[in-house]
Each structure stands twice: as structure tokens, then as C-alpha cells.
């Protein structure tokens, strides 16, 4: 029998070349926001439905990540990118205006990390050397489809989340950069019943504490030996039952942990439980986390990135929500 | 500058250890019937929604991947899949059964063959030695979703396309077996500004021109050198423009070409211009070109996997349709 571990060393070193950020105004106005490239004053971004709004800020996303190294789309040996629309179309018509080769991804709110693996091995296996990720979220558009148009103004309960207007855009490759990806973990979906979309974070909090057991117990390390465990939307109430379910296992994670749908928003922001969308961990990750790496004031950093794999008519077919949680770590390079 | 080349050869090789297919009523009873492994006799298969129905067949396909090599879900390392339904839920609610690390990929009807290069790079890049893909489409629930119900009895022109009912499922990795997966080419994603959805085979027969002449130009080959190129599912239409655009460029394909969407159902079934899908592709070839391979009648043949990366929602709003086709090349080994 192998001993088969699932926890990826990229052997090939596989560096945060550059990364741009771009978020709507309720993220801007948030805690984190002024560590984001670009900030939308309106969640139309000027045109006329959600679904270009959210193009055009991931656009933006992606030319704050050419330009600050003055790159050009020919630079790049690949594109890999997805998001909450039906069909990732957002993504596809992105793909559309580079010219790069494309691999469309889908992992629900957890897709920025599985960018960043698929990334990670495709610089490892030697068919690319620099990787551009991408993958965004938008409210008007993740309401109108997965719920009700905003309009409707729904009352929801306070386990429910407020979807991220965001996009996050990364380029992976072989340049030396101060940011280096040094592992990944691809999640197993678990799905322990949940079927009402409201308890999101009660959905996904156990495929995140099986993704970081799974990571502890494969590298025999413990959570003190991160600067950083950071969840990707579980949000107040999901973050609660992610501690709830590591204890029970005899893993304590307090001081060094936090969620980005908890740090998007201040007290002051109605956002019921907290941020939740493929936006949310982009944003966060790349925008305030790579900020704080790079100020080093954080060193050593793990991000679990979570995903819900429901749709609308999963939720009127009263499907169970089968969830995932990928894991990679960033590490800040020298002092 | 660097010569940047796209096609990738796959330097650990990479095989078919096993595949499996599964498809509904009128497929099975198509010219190409006898070579599926499971045909279900109801559209439905004894589910209550088409998209249990289309779960339970691509679970039937992955079984048959699994038993024909007595495989248990434990020999897998990693499992790629993806399907049509909004957010690739039938994949997801599959991935939830297997326990096994998952990525979620969407190229719309180019999936099957996104995930054998995904695969491939996994297993080069040392991530993984035996990895289970999947895709599938369902007529019902495609009609549905993308158009009206099937139940609404649409009139449609003859350039329209039929959705193939099928999964396909299939094991790449390094046990040595007679087809080896050698080369892949991930598409760029190439819109001519189509934006009918019953003109699919025009929309994507530019890309799939586009991957074709790119692999030839890189790899100074010629349409002569392939037993067989096929394309995934451009149909009657688009195959008849894909050799026009192939002919601009001077590179006849003829005698050995053909195409899945055209190859999978008789002239005396009423499916307009051909088949189409997630499943079309992953059938065809998982079932009819391997059988066709391993009894020697075929010896190197070139995917070329279309899809029409369009949704419902963009299709309302008068967008035009961004396409992509991604190629890989599958050989016989031995006499």
C-alpha cells in the first residue's frame, strides 16, 4: 500500500509575480479597503447590468496586475479563471479580450485558490512560466441568480451572507518575488445535510476543518507554526462552528485566526453574518494579506479558501449542499 | 524574447488506464450504440428531474471505469469534473460520493478534454498518479436551462444542434496500458461575434480552426499525419465552415476528419444539424474511438473539443458567444 499524501510541495519554486484588487463601494468603504487597487463608486461600475459590472472590475483587477509591472498580455502563458455566474461567463468573456490560453475553473467561493493550485502545478509540470488567475464576484448578480434581484429588498436571517462585489487577479510564475506559494491542498467536497443556502457558513465549516486537519496531520505541524490560518467565507456564524469542529479534535486556533468574510466589513456595515463570493478570499488574499506579508508584518500565511457547490435549483430541489475547501501557503521571502 | 510554444508534450507519459460511458435512449440507438457501456432506456433513468438523472448516469460511467480494473475510489488521487448545469452542480453532487480531491473545471462541451490536459499536467507535475475525469450533458436538463423545456415542443432551424444524453468518465495515469495520451493544447478563447444560440457550430468552428492550425504550425505536421482529426461538436454546419476556414489557410482535412455531434447519430434520427454537449466529445471518444483504437483500426488521432462558453442569461442580453477548443492527441502503443 503508498502512502498516498494529498498535500502538494511545488518543487519548482512558484512565486506571486504580481496581484491586483478591485471591489465595490461597500468594500471600499470597509476596514481593508484602502488596501485595494481600485475601488467602484457604484456597483453598476458604470454600465448597464451586474454581469458587466462585474467584467469590468475584474478587467480592471487584472490591468492593475499587468501594468504595475508594466507586463503585456503576451507575457502570459496561461489564463485560468471563474465565477458564481451561470456558465463562468464573466470569466469566459474576460478570456475573450487576452489571448491566452484559457482553463476555466469552477469551485464556487473557494475558485481564487484553485486557481492558484492548478497554477502552482502547471508552472511545476513545466507548461507554463507565468500564470494569470482571476476570479470575481458580484451582489447584483450572485442576488438576481442564486436568490432574489436586490430590488426585492429580502429579509434573510443573520446567519445569512453578504455576497463580495470584488474581483482579484494574481499572476503565478517563476519570476523571484517577495511572496512565495510554497504548498497547496485540493479539498475533498463533504456535505454533512445542510440544504438551506442561508447557513452557508454552516455548510462549508466542516469541509474547511477536514481540509486543515488533513494539512496538520500530513505535515505534522500545528496552527502556532502560522503567523496566519485564514478561512475564506465562513463568515461570523460559519467561523464559530469551524472553531467548534477543530476543538473536537483537539486543534485550537484563536489568536492567529480569522475569516475574510468577517474581515471585509466593519461592525458599522449591515452585512448580516459577514462577506461571502469568489470575490470575498481574492480580494482579502491578495489586496490586505499580501499587503501585510510584504510589510512583513506577517510572515508565514494559510489560506483556506471555501467553496458552496449549490445553485438555485439545487436549493428548490431541497438538494443538500455538497462543500469544498482548498488550501495553499504563502510565505514571505528573506526579513 | 522567447519562443513561446502552447502544445504540451507530456514528458511523463500519460495513459488511458480505464474509461467508461454511459448515454440515454436515442444515443444508444444511434450508429455508434453498440460501443457505449451502459445505455439507459429512459431519459429520466429512473430518476425524478433530469438532473439526478444526468448524476446517476455519469456515476454509472465512472462505475464502469472503476469495476473494469476492479478499482476501488481509493486508488484515485484526484477527480476532475465538470457538466452544463448551472454551477456544474451534477459534478459537484458527484465529487461529494467519491472522497476524493476535487478541482471543478467548465469549458462548456470542451470539459472532457480541459480535464484530460489538467490531468496530464497533474500527473507531469507529480501531484497526482491516477486521476478520474468527468463530464456530461442531459438533453432535459439543457433545454431546460438554456432554452425552453423539452415539454414546450420549440421549432428550431436545422443549424440547431440535439444535446447529447451522455457521461463519459475516464482514468489517466502512469499504470502502462495500449493509449497513451502524448500531447495537449489548451485553446484561446475566439469569438467572430456570433450571438445566435442555434448557430453554435459557426460560433465555435473558428476556434476550433484556430487550435488546429496553431498545433500544426508548432508542430510542423499536417492533417495526413493523424489517422483521424476530430472535432467535438461542431455538427453538419460548423464542420462545413471549419474546413472552409482550414482551407483560407491552405490546410485540406477530408478523408480523416470527422466529428463527434455528426458521428453519433443516424440520418434516420431527427436531431437536426447533429449532437452537442458536455457528453457528445466524452463519449464518442471514450467509447467509440478508443474501442476503434484498441482493435487497431486507429492508431493516432487529434481531439479537437469545442465549446460555447454562452449562458442563458448572456444569450437575453443580446451578447455575443465566446468560444474554445482544446486539442490532445491520443496514441495506440505497439501493433
Redesign the interface.
Known amino acids: 500500500m503508498v502512502n498516498?499524501k494529498?498535500v502538494?510541495q511545488f518543487?519548482t519554486p512558484v512565486y506571486v509575480e504580481e496581484r491586483g484588487t478591485a471591489v465595490g463601494p461597500k468594500e471600499g468603504s470597509g476596514p481593508l479597503g484602502h488596501g485595494f487597487d481600485y475601488v467602484f463608486p457604484s456597483l453598476l461600475c458604470g454600465e448597464k447590468?451586474w454581469?458587466t459590472a462585474e467584467k469590468k472590475m475584474t478587467e480592471k483587477a487584472i490591468t492593475y496586475c499587468l501594468h504595475k509591472q508594466r507586463l503585456k498580455d503576451n507575457h502570459l502563458?496561461?489564463f485560468i479563471a471563474?465565477d458564481?455566474?451561470?456558465?463562468?461567463?464573466v470569466s469566459?468573456?474576460i478570456?475573450?479580450n487576452?489571448?491566452?490560453?484559457?482553463?476555466?475553473?469552477?469551485?464556487?467561493c473557494a475558485?481564487a485558490i484553485?486557481n492558484c493550485i492548478?497554477a502552482g502545478?502547471?508552472i511545476?509540470?513545466?507548461?507554463a512560466r507565468h500564470v494569470l488567475c482571476a476570479s470575481s464576484s458580484h451582489i447584483g448578480g450572485c442576488e438576481k441568480?442564486f436568490r432574489f434581484p436586490i430590488e426585492f429588498a429580502q429579509q434573510k436571517p443573520d446567519t445569512a451572507q453578504t455576497t463580495v462585489t470584488g474581483a482579484g487577479a494574481i499572476i503565478l510564475g517563476r519570476h523571484q518575488s517577495m511572496i512565495q506559494m510554497t504548498e497547496g491542498?485540493?479539498?475533498?467536497?463533504?456535505?454533512l445535510g445542510i440544504n438551506n443556502p442561508y447557513e452557508l457558513g454552516a455548510a462549508m465549516a466542516p469541509a474547511a476543518a477536514d481540509t486543515l486537519l488533513t494539512y496538520l496531520q500530513e505535515t505534522e505541524q500545528k496552527p502556532s507554526d502560522f503567523d496566519l490560518i485564514l478561512t475564506g467565507d465562513l463568515a461570523r456564524s460559519g467561523s464559530e462552528i469551524f472553531k467548534k469542529l477543530l476543538r473536537e479534535h483537539g486543534v485550537i486556533v484563536s489568536e492567529n485566526y480569522d475569516d475574510c468574510g468577517v474581515m471585509m466589513y466593519g461592525t458599522n456595515q449591515q452585512v448580516l453574518a459577514g462577506g461571502s463570493g469568489a470575490g470575498c478570499c481574492a480580494t482579502v488574499v491578495f489586496g490586505h494579506i499580501f499587503n501585510e506579508m510584504l510589510a512583513n508584518r506577517l510572515k508565514r500565511v494559510l489560506i483556506i479558501a471555501t467553496g458552496a457547490?449549490?445553485?438555485?435549483?439545487?436549493v428548490q430541489?431541497h438538494?443538500t449542499i455538497?462543500c469544498?475547501a482548498h488550501a495553499v501557503v504563502f510565505e514571505r521571502r528573506g526579513n
Open positions: 498516498k494529498r502538494i518543487k447590468d454581469q502563458d496561461l471563474g458564481l455566474t451561470n456558465q463562468s461567463t469566459s468573456q478570456a475573450r487576452l489571448h491566452v490560453p484559457f482553463i476555466g475553473s469552477y469551485s464556487a475558485t484553485e492548478v502545478m502547471w511545476n509540470g513545466g507548461g441568480q491542498l485540493l479539498g475533498k467536497v463533504i456535505d457547490l449549490h445553485s438555485a435549483n439545487t430541489q438538494k455538497p469544498i
